[in-house]
């Protein structure tokens, strides 16, 4: 089973950013119109209430989404510099393929396709879109041991991890596995050239991150930032600027024994499906929607 469902990302321009996701990612609208208010209330957002909003899925077709909000822009955000989620994963058929593909669009490329001693099985690249969300392109050429990872079925085709900046990884990874039960995978420690980039700090320094899995599943990687890193700022009422909320699909939706923003609800369309949601807040106020199987 796959674990991972949706990613929400708040922009500022739905318009430009819409065009953006489909003329260069290949991502197509399933949906759009105004943001439920009892949606927006259980992200502890009720300003987005009406928000317009998009739905968009892979040119593949997997049932994996990107959800892009509008709301305004806060001037003191600052991509890769602040606690919560950090980046989404997109995996791609040919990396370098995607790298030509991003030149001359509003998609900055902050980290060049590189490999990645001692993880041979990704080739990863990144950039950051013009709302300052960061988003990884990775080339699966194998499995890891341990896990599962996807293979693209079309040039660009769909999320699989989300990335999480944290202020104490152990303490992220203990709530994880306390209140979701999502056990944590693997912990490395890695050059992280984007994070040595972005903190100004010497590209060859060690970084630790790690993983959260389910059985043969990764999806989620939590990066322990450095000490100077800040909470994200954020306009009150609205969502978190940069990648706002990620969605997961849970096997045993009544073992989450985490505190819900607000009670869980069925809800309707994708990425939910007629089932169960609700939204956990955890450490540095990130929000992780749980969905029902």
Same mark, same amino acid.
């Given at each position: 089973?796959?674990?991972?469902?949706?990613?929400?990302?708040?922009?500022?321009?739905?318009?430009?950013?819409?065009? =953006?996701?489909?003329?260069?990612?290949?991502?197509?609208?399933?949906? %759009? @119109?105004? =943001?439920?208010?009892?949606?927006? $209330? %259980?992200?502890?957002?009720?300003?987005? $209430? @009406? #928000?317009?909003?998009?739905?968009?899925?892979?040119?593949?077709?997997?049932?994996?989404?990107?959800?892009?909000?509008?709301?305004?822009?806060?001037?003191?955000?600052?991509?890769?510099?602040?606690?919560?989620?950090?980046?989404?994963?997109?995996?791609?058929?040919?990396?370098?393929?995607?790298?030509?593909? *991003?030149? @001359?669009?509003?998609?900055?490329?902050?980290?060049?396709?590189?490999?990645?001693? @001692?993880?041979?099985?990704?080739?990863?690249?990144?950039?950051?879109?013009?709302?300052?969300?960061?988003?990884? =392109?990775?080339?699966?050429?194998?499995?890891?041991? $341990?896990?599962?990872?996807? &293979?693209?079925?079309?040039?660009?085709?769909?999320?699989?991890?989300?990335?999480? #900046?944290?202020?104490?990884?152990?303490?992220?990874?203990?709530?994880? /596995?306390?209140?979701?039960?999502?056990?944590?995978?693997? *912990?490395?420690?890695?050059?992280?050239?984007?994070?040595?980039?972005?903190?100004?700090?010497?590209?060859?320094? =060690?970084?630790?991150?790690?993983?959260?899995?389910?059985?043969?599943?990764?999806?989620?990687?939590?990066?322990?930032?450095? $000490?100077?890193?800040?909470?994200?700022?954020?306009?009150?009422?609205?969502?978190?600027?940069?990648?706002?909320?990620?969605?997961?699909?849970?096997?045993?939706?009544?073992?989450?024994?985490?505190?819900? *923003?607000?009670?869980?609800?069925?809800?309707?369309?994708?990425?939910?499906?007629?089932? &169960?949601?609700?939204?956990?807040? /955890?450490?540095?106020?990130?929000?992780?929607?749980?969905?029902?199987?």
């Amino acid at each position: 089973m796959k674990c991972l469902r949706s990613a929400t990302l708040t922009v500022a321009n739905l318009d430009a950013s819409e065009a =953006l996701y489909r003329d260069v990612l290949d991502y197509k609208t399933i949906h %759009s @119109g105004p =943001l439920p208010a009892d949606l927006a $209330a %259980s992200w502890n957002a009720t300003q987005a $209430a @009406g #928000a317009r909003h998009v739905i968009m899925q892979p040119s593949s077709g997997a049932e994996v989404y990107l959800r892009l909000v509008e709301q305004p822009p806060h001037p003191d955000f600052v991509p890769l510099r602040s606690y919560g989620w950090a980046a989404i994963e997109i995996c791609v058929q040919d990396v370098l393929a995607a790298h030509e593909r *991003v030149q @001359g669009t509003p998609f900055e490329v902050i980290g060049p396709p590189r490999e990645i001693e @001692g993880l041979p099985a990704i080739y990863p690249m990144q950039v950051k879109g013009p709302d300052g969300e960061i988003v990884y =392109l990775t080339q699966i050429r194998d499995n890891l041991p $341990a896990y599962d990872l996807p &293979r693209a079925a079309s040039p660009i085709d769909k999320l699989f991890i989300l990335v999480i #900046a944290c202020s104490d990884m152990h303490v992220s990874l203990q709530w994880f /596995a306390k209140h979701v039960g999502f056990p944590t995978g693997r *912990v490395m420690d890695i050059e992280y050239h984007m994070l040595a980039n972005a903190f100004g700090t010497p590209t060859n320094e =060690l970084h630790t991150i790690s993983t959260a899995i389910h059985e043969r599943d990764v999806f989620l990687e939590l990066d322990q930032y450095p $000490a100077n890193a800040t909470k994200r700022p954020q306009h009150p009422g609205w969502l978190a600027p940069g990648c706002a909320v990620g969605s997961f699909i849970h096997p045993d939706f009544d073992s989450v024994n985490g505190e819900w *923003v607000s009670e869980p609800v069925v809800r309707s369309g994708a990425p939910y499906t007629g089932k &169960r949601a609700g939204t956990l807040k /955890a450490p540095d106020g990130t929000l992780v929607e749980i969905i029902e199987l």
